[in-house]
Structure formats: structure tokens, C-alpha cells
């Protein structure tokens, strides 16, 4: 899980781009990256560890010349979270001058590799599968276009022969020199993508491409649509906007975990507002915990902030059981899930969070989180509530249990570091401490995601598997599987 930005405006586009890499910035704290291009041809790039306002000064800034540009917040799920070599966005000087931005994770990263040095001939220097995938375009830009100009016919072909090269889950975003911005999503809409328009003072329409959907409205794009799974679009210098679908067999099948935690609840993900999925969430979750938990078992209904709020406030209000806030979360402290390292995590747990005596004293309490990975936070949230006080402690999870590594994008990619992995629910509750668990049933799950409030989703299913298993790719085998636990190093 990333986030990323592309613009073309009649403007510098520098800081545009990094207001809207504040507004990503749950996507990602390891590092982010801005690059911008003049008319001319010339890039621009600065990138830097940490988060995006401690990454920029304003000499940088003023670097960051010409009208197209694209950023990058970095949330590592391939090689190293420290190494300043995989930050984000790439460069390849041949053909014309490509830099390049990705969200996901491609899955066939040992075969590219091996086709890189005998086939393409082309160097290497990150275990980062976007220098991968950006050398795959180059090279199938480099075969398929002519050396005197470059037409969006001929792009659209590069991006297809990638299509047919890569697997997995992938959203991209590049430059390439003194023609636009290329933007293309995976054959499945795996990762999310989002096309915006506005009028520019020129007259001119100003596009924007992006993760989420709240980047448009924060800058008064009007959402033109959501790039579709396997599609391109090419934007222009001038903002001329071209588009093809480039895959043999599209399908739309996004990934639920965006809608259970990553994205922000602002946000509209293929036509399914966040925040009613969550309600939708925690109304399904309601009817679980009432047929496991006995009557009379809690007297106050608790959400893990922030996430897992929405679901929480909707438990409460199905079961009539009242809603109080019971722990106080130190903004000034990251997303927990996505900080690189079990050490890191656990450390952070108890400087984000602090529990609230006079909430939990002598009360039977329902816990609500949006789901549990690790279990690491869960396991010391529980703790917390007894240490304040709590009578008992009932855990609820708005996702179901997570027992299959994620390889799309989102960093769980070993099955040992999954609580819930070769585990009963039972078995997991003891772990964690509670003394009931329950979780969101996989059919409820997908139903309250693909349920659209207004009956306007765009799709019937969802890679969902984390919690079942089934990878929508279809080229995700056991000992792949086995391989990529083998290569884990955090």
C-alpha cells in the first residue's frame, strides 16, 4: 500500500501535489517523493525519508519546476523500508526519459529479474519491483514506438505488452519526458485509481490521478471517473486526455482491506462511499456478537480509534448498547499497522493510545477494532482496558479473521506473523487476553463493501485473500507463497 499523485496543469503543479500527499499520507510514512517535468523535457526530483512534512523544505519546493508532476508516499511492502535507494519515483534515461510511481505489489518478480539482465539487457541497481516494472515499460516503449515521435496509439500498446509481462496488483503513475503523464491500473482494479478534472485559468483543463477520491474533492476537481481495471490513460503536456483499455480479460476486483482499513473514510472507492461500508461493517457485526455473546455481557460499546469508529458507533446502535470513547489517540503518532518491524510496532502502541480510567472502571466493555493482523496492538489494547479497570473484555473485529498472507500490496506477507493463522477463535482469544472474540463473518464482510447504500457499485466481488485464501489473480501458488516468507527480513 502506497499513495500516489499525477497532475497536469496550466500551472507548477509542486504544490498541488504536495498538499495532496498530506492528504495521502495514511498511505504511507517510511518516504515520499515528488517529480515534476517542464514542457521542455526537463525533471525535476526530490525524495526523502520520513513523512511528507518533514521531507520538504522550501529550496526543494522551489525545484520542483513545470506543470506536470506526480508524488509518492511510501509504505513499505518490497525491500527495505530504510533503504534510500527503493524510495520512490524512479528514473531510466532511455527511451525518451521515463520517471515512474507504483501502489501494489507485482507478483512475479523473480522471473522479471531473470528477464531483465538476458533479455532486456538492462541494469538493476533496488530489490524494488517498481524499478521492475518501470524498466518492463521502458523496454516495451522502446520496441514499440518510433523514434521520431511518440502517439498515444503506440503508448497504449507499451502498456498492454507490460500488461502481458506482469502479475499482480498494481497502480501506476509516470512522466515521461516532454510528451505527459501516464497512468495505468492492473488488469483486476486491485488497487485503487481515480481520475479528476478541473477548469484551469488558461481555459484549459487541469487533470489530476490518484489514490483516493478525497484528493479531488480537497482541491475542487470534479471525479471524472475511476480508471479502469486494465486501462490507461495519457495526458498530455497541453491536457489533452487519451484512453484505452489495454487488457485482454479486465475484471474489477478491488481489495477489501482498502475498505476495512487503508483508505480513509472520506474517500469513494469505485463507486462505494468508505464510510457506509464500515457502517454496513458494524451492522453486520452487531447480529454476530449477539448470537455469541451473552445477554448482559456488556455494558458499553468501544471503538479502537480511528478506523474502526464507524463500525463501533453502528454496533452501539443495533444492540442499544451505549457508545463511549475510551481511549485518547496521540495524533502525532503514525498509523501502527504500517510502521516497518514487529519492534516498532509494539513500541508504538502505548504512545498512540491511553486508556481512560474513568470509562472502564468496573465495566463490562465491547472493544471494536477494524481488524487484527498481528495481533500485537489487539493483545496490548486489552491489557490496557484491564489496567484501567475493566470488569471483562469483549473483542469484536470488524474483518474476519486474517489467516493467508496478503501479496497484493499490503504488508503481511508471512503466514507466522498472523495471529490468526493455524489458530481457533477460542485459541486466539487466550492469546489476546479477552474474554470473548468475535469476528465479521467473509460473506458479511463482502456484502457490506459490495452493498452500496445507493445500490451503485461498480463491482460483485473483491480479492479477499487475507481472509479466504482465494488469490484473484490466479498465479499465486503455494510456493510462491513459501518463497516470499523466506525472503522476509523485518
Known sequence: MCGIVGMVGGSPVNQDIYDALLLLQHRGQDATGIATAEPNGVMHTHKAQGMVREAFRTRDMRSLLGNVGLGHVRYATKGTASSEEEMQPFYVNAPYGIILIHNGNLTNTRELTLEMGRRDRRHLNSSSDTELLLNVLANELQATTSPVDLEPERIFEAVARTHRRIEGAYAVISIIAGYGLLAFRDPFGIRPLILGRRAGATGKDEWVVTSESLVLENADYEIVREVEPGEAVFITNEGELFSKQCADDPKLLPCSFEYVYLARPDSIMNGVPVYESRLRMGKKLAATIAKHVPDGLIDVVMPIPDSSRPAAMEVSRVLGIEYREGFYKNRYVG????????????????????????????????????????????????????????????????????????????????????????????????????????????????????????GEATFTDL????????????????????????????
Not at 490496557?384 to 498472507?405: I, L, N
Not at 495471529?419 to 456484502?447: K, M, S
Not at 487475507?466 to 527480513?489: H, I, M, N, P
Open 335 to 454: 498509523r501502527t499497522f504500517i510502521m516497518p518491524g514487529q519492534a516498532a510496532r509494539k513500541k508504538s502502541v502505548r504512545q498512540k493510545l491511553n486508556a481512560m480510567s474513568s470509562e472502564f472502571q468496573g465495566k463490562n466493555v465491547l472493544l471494536i477494532d477494524d481488524s487484527i493482523v498481528r495481533g500485537t496492538t489487539s493483545k496490548q489494547i486489552v491489557q490496557m482496558a484491564r489496567d484501567a479497570g475493566a470488569k471483562s473484555v469483549t473483542f469484536a473485529s470488524a474483518a474476519p479473521p486474517v489467516r493467508h498472507p496478503h501479496v497484493y500490496g499490503i504488508n503481511m506477507p508471512s503466514r507466522h506473523e498472523l495471529i490468526a493463522h493455524g489458530r481457533t477463535i477460542p485459541e486466539i482469544a487466550q492469546e489476546l487476553g479477552a474474554d470473548y472474540l468475535v469476528y465479521q463473518e467473509v460473506d458479511d464482510l463482502r456484502d457490506a463493501i459490495v452493498e452500496s447504500a445507493r
Open 463 to 490: 480479492d479477499m485473500s487475507c481472509f479466504d485464501g482465494r488469490y484473484v489473480t490466479g498465479t499465486v501458488s503455494a510456493e510462491y507463497l513459501e518463497w516470499v516468507e523466506g525472503t522476509q527480513t523485518s
